[in-house]
Nanobody, 114 residues
Framework: QAQLVESGGGLVQAGGSLRLSCASS????????NGWYRQAPGKQREFVAR???????NYADSVKGRFTISRDNAENTVYLQMNSLKPEDTGVYFC????????WGQGTQVTVSS
């Protein structure tokens, strides 16, 4: 049974927006650092965004100003708001949480058409 479950992916036109969600019923996000990576076809997985347990955020240069990571502690959910999407944002997006070990979600597909 997956400990992290992502949702919110889909097909969107360039310039559009999507909001990804990452939820867990087994791991408390607020005590961990959490984040998102993505993997495009034929490429390695790359860092997208991170939110620390204290709420500080970091972003890859390629998404700064367009993506926003946030966490709702009451809902125990981490979000990735993606605006002004570009075709190069296409890929499978994976959330993670850093407890004693890093735990990954199963991924959600994001496809941006030109």
């Amino acid at each position: 049974q997956a400990q992290l479950v992502e949702s919110g992916g889909g097909l969107v036109q360039a310039g559009g927006s999507l909001r990804l969600s990452c939820a867990s019923s087994a791991i408390i996000f607020s005590i961990n650092n959490n984040g998102w990576y993505r993997q495009a076809p034929g490429k390695q997985r790359e860092f997208v965004a991170r939110i620390s347990r204290l709420g500080s955020t970091n972003y890859a240069d390629s998404v700064k100003g367009r993506f926003t990571i946030s966490r709702d502690n009451a809902e125990n959910t981490v979000y990735l708001q993606m605006n002004s999407l570009k075709p190069e944002d296409t890929g499978v997006y994976f959330c993670y949480t850093d407890g004693p070990t890093r735990v990954w979600g199963q991924g959600t597909q994001v496809t941006v058409s030109s």
